[in-house]
């Protein structure tokens, strides 16, 4: 995996070997997305095939214990997404051929050689913080995260292995946020044919160990036991494809001063996305972590099912704006337009269609499927489903949005994103303090994201990147034509 990187044999400090701009991309853009819609079923393994092996062998707590888990650890990974979204920003700067890092706007292109010497202080940087994300991590899922399973254990005191399994969850959660250092690298190379083959071994590997596990044993210690094997083959994968990079930059010397300049320029607006996740979190996926403290693990296995349904088909409508997120920020740095409106539209496009199906496939087939496998857990009336596909789907076109207005390297959204969140959070404990159940914190979410964000940030993206009503359209088959045939 990984594009080849040439090096010199022991060069001195002065003898840094030197790279092409665009010498560490990787080539074969067909081979790219045959290997991407490969990862994509694999993604939809994960989280659609699973789901009703996992609904139809654990009982409704472990059930709902098990996804539980996986919201926390969507919560935890946002204590270092805005680090890992911010250095592969600056990563996919310098090999774009960038001299230097700027906080705010894209920075000039210059020359034809990657300046090596940046790209290792960037990467040496990202180490660094995610050295210390993981401390942090380690610190608060120690003690508040333990509080917090205590309470909901004493929900459910008949389910076994709970602590066990908590213990192993919270241990490759920090592993996760420590070696992430090394994923920007792979994003900022544009090495996403390498990023989907890493999702293939390590999903599969999580599917097989789980499927097989829990059919000889079925509680929430194999499940989770599934899910920290998939976490230790995704490290080893993701450091298989950039080795080749972190080795052409041990030649660098250390030097922490011009180390500390890569982290004024990168930090800042990391930092403001790490809270622009919290909020997305707490609009999003709270009502996972907040209804069971109201109405316990066992009456939330219902919702619990719908949103992890949806969730599934969520992360398989974002494949195409992850896959062209390097794409579309080397074309912001080249000030290449035409190909910004195409790519973005592209993303949308793709985005609204597979999620429109998936959430119609789960409303015609999820009820007759858990009934089929004789599945403890059930789903909400397909009313609720209706509204909560509504709102996820809300929520996507927003999260997009944001996504795509951080490629110019500007957060305007932050103090929104903050207000709504804890709106919704304070909104969540007013209903199930007053007993609502599920469909007032369903309400609760939709009605705060219309309030503002649902409608201001696709309108922003598209003043920003110039797409209207009209060049919306073609400028999405425009691009997929182009990538079709290899040419982006």
């Known amino acids: 995996m990984g594009g080849a990187v040439t090096s010199a044999q022991n060069p001195s400090q002065d003898e840094i070997p030197t790279l092409a701009v665009g010498g560490v991309k990787p080539r074969g853009r067909r081979a790219d997305f045959f290997v991407a819609f490969l990862g994509l079923f694999m993604q939809m393994g994960t989280g659609l095939i699973m789901l009703p092996f996992v609904a139809a062998t654990l009982p409704p707590e472990a059930f709902a214990f098990f996804y539980v888990f996986m919201t926390l650890q969507m919560l935890v990974q946002l204590i270092n997404n805005g680090a890992v979204f911010g250095f592969t920003r600056h990563i996919t700067y310098v090999l774009s051929g960038a001299r230097e890092l700027t906080r705010d706007g894209v920075p000039l292109q210059d020359g034809k050689e990657v300046d090596v010497r940046l790209l290792s202080r960037v990467i040496n940087a990202s180490r660094r913080v995610h050295m ?114 972190i080795a052409q930059c041990r030649h660098v010397p250390r030097d922490k001063a011009e180390e500390r300049k890569a982290l004024d320029a990168v930090v800042p607006n990391a930092w403001a996305q790490t809270l622009v996740g919290f909020g997305e979190f707490s609009i999003s996926r709270s009502t996972l972590l907040i209804a069971p403290l109201f109405i316990g693990v066992g009456a939330a296995s219902q919702y619990a099912a719908a949103s992890q349904a949806l969730f599934a088909v969520d992360s398989v409508s974002r494949v195409a704006a992850a896959m062209l997120l390097a794409r579309i920020t080397n074309a912001r740095v080249e000030k290449d337009q035409k190909t910004v409106q195409g790519l973005v539209a592209l ?14 496939a789960l409303l015609l087939f999820g009820p007759g499927l858990l009934a089929l496998i004789g599945s403890g857990t059930s789903l909400p009336a397909r009313s609720v489903i209706v509204l909560l596909a509504f709102v996820f789907l809300s929520d996507l076109v927003m999260n997009l949005s944001t996504m795509l207005i951080a490629t110019g390297n500007k957060i305007p959204y932050l103090r929104a994103n903050l207000i709504s969140g804890a709106a919704v959070v304070v909104g969540m404990f007013c209903v199930g303090f007053l007993g609502y159940g599920i469909v007032g914190f369903i309400l609760i979410q939709g009605g705060v994201l219309w309030a503002f964000s649902a409608w201001r940030w696709p309108t922003h993206l598209a003043r920003d990147v110039g797409l209207t009503p009209t060049n919306f359209g073609p400028s999405a088959v425009h691009a997929g034509r182009k990538l079709a045939f290899g040419q982006l």
Do not use: K
């Open 347 to 360: 993303s949308f496009t793709y985005a609204v269609c597979v999620f429109v199906t998936g959430a119609i």
């Open 132 to 245: 210390l994300l993981a401390v942090f991590t380690t610190t608060v899922v120690s003690i508040f995260g333990s509080i917090y399973i205590a309470r909901l254990a004493s929900t459910a005191p008949d389910l076994p292995f709970v602590w066990e399994s908590w213990w192993l969850f919270a241990a490759a959660i920090v592993m996760h946020i420590y070696f992430n250092w090394q994923i920007p690298i792979q994003f900022g190379a544009d090495r996403m044919r390498d990023y989907y083959l890493t999702i293939i071994v390590s999903r599969l590997v999580q599917v097989v160990f789980t499927i097989v596990g829990l059919t000889m044993f079925p509680n929430l210690l194999t499940a989770i036991i599934g899910f920290a094997l998939g976490a230790v083959a995704l490290r080893i994968c993701v450091y298989i494809s950039v080795r080749d990079i």
